[in-house]
């Protein structure tokens, strides 16, 4: 057996490690596509060029905010749409999310201040990450010097990219705060001073290095695969609060009944057991689960669907 290493045992914001353990069990060929956690996706054109739940208000604005850990801060100052704020939008990872922001600023030609406000992430310190990243750069490996994070390294920027962030960006510390006034106070006060526009090579970068590739997702015309394990039929039980989950044989013969509350705790023991071993017919398993779950929320009759 050959073990499977981590870079965290997982949080809010990434799956565990005894998920990935159960998957990895289950489907041995999933290692080969051991992507981060956290998702980073390229827009096909257009500013920002990273996609992500954040609010572009001016593309001429000269002021970017984070509000960190602060979702509902974000909506309010984006509501408010002080004078000069181009975008605003969480940030709840060391990593993915830095990347995310030196992609976005890089690419602007008039960002020149990004506020980081709003409370840290549990578990997670990216405001930190970001203040010590305008102080001190990246290392070799691309881990943000002086970070006190659990994952300070950026795996989708580039050493130029860091460098232009660096001499584009002044970079100012409000963490902590949480007040909407204060900080659409501040965006203004930085609009005001007019800075000059970034005449650097980067603001017209929307990626560096190799391209990622972007796949536009089509409706599959196979059926999902004959699973040797055999196959399921799903029941709700209303009257219990359950869902049955009766796992027949190809000749119909009964193999066992799992029984349980919600589709999390089914598929994952489904998984574990090793009771299913191809990839469309655990996506389907789980797509499937998650109606039937959902029917016993709302009262609704629950229709399995073909595989």
Known sequence: MRPTQYACLGCDHCY?????????????EVEAFRASECELRLESAGWPPVAGEY????????????????????????RRKPDGLAIVGKTE???????????????????RYLI???????????????????????????????????????????????????????????????????????VEELSRSKPAACRCAYCTVVE???????VRATRASGAVKLDKAGYFVIVPLPDRGLISVEHYAYDNTLLRVIE?????????????????TELSHAAY???????????????????????
């Open 16 to 28: 565990p490690a005894v998920a990935r353990n159960i998957l990895t069990q289950a489907f041995p």
């Open 55 to 78: 609010f572009v208000l001016d593309r001429n604005g000269s002021v970017a905010v984070t509000t960190l850990a602060s979702v509902d801060l974000a909506s309010e100052l984006a």
């Open 93 to 111: 990872t060391e990593n993915i999310g830095l990347d995310k922001i030196i992609k976005n600023v890089v690419s602007s030609a008039s960002i």
């Open 116 to 186: 980081v406000a709003g409370k840290e992430p549990r578990g997670h310190l990216a405001g930190d990450a970001l203040l010590a990243l305008a102080a001190n750069g990246t290392d070799e490996q691309g881990r943000v010097k002086g970070a006190r994070g659990k994952r300070p390294v950026l795996r989708n920027v580039s050493a130029d990219e860091v460098k232009a962030f660096r001499d584009q960006l002044q970079v100012l510390d409000m963490v902590g705060c949480e007040s909407a006034d204060a900080i659409v106070q501040r």
């Open 208 to 214: 560096s290095g190799a391209p990622v590739q972007v």
């Open 260 to 276: 349980g509350s919600d589709a999390k705790a089914l598929y994952l023991t489904i998984v574990q057991n090793g009771w299913v």
């Open 285 to 307: 398993l789980g797509r499937e689960l998650t109606k039937a779950e959902l029917s016993l929320v709302n009262g609704e009759r629950y229709i399995q669907d073909g595989a």
